[in-house]
């Protein structure tokens, strides 16, 4: 299944380019955004729970990591994708490359 986003913003592809997640990958990353969200919800009770602060925080850090190797997981299924195969169509130096660059940037910036 291909989905394409909604809205563009800044560091995103040019209307009508879609970079889809190969097939192979994505159900691996579901699976990580999966077991994250379960994480979250975790947390989630456990602040309505009234448990100890020091018990929240470890459960939200165990919810970041999760998140973190959802991202690890899509970067490295989905690179070449992202930045444009040889025989894809796409120019590899061209505005698709040069967006999925930043957006990958901003991405492994954001993870320790």
Known sequence: M???R???SP???AAGTVAPVPTEVVGG????LRRSGAEVAAV???LLDGQDCAAVIGQLSTAIAALEQAGFALLAG???TCLGQAGDGQDAAGPRSEAARRLFERLLLRMP
Not at 29 to 32: D, H, I, L, S, T
Request: net charge positive.
């Open 2 to 4: 291909v989905m394409q």
């Open 6 to 8: 909604p809205h563009t």
């Open 11 to 13: 560091g995103t592809w």
């Open 29 to 32: 990353v579901v699976g990580r």
């Open 44 to 46: 989630e009770r456990m």
């Open 78 to 80: 989905g690179v070449g």
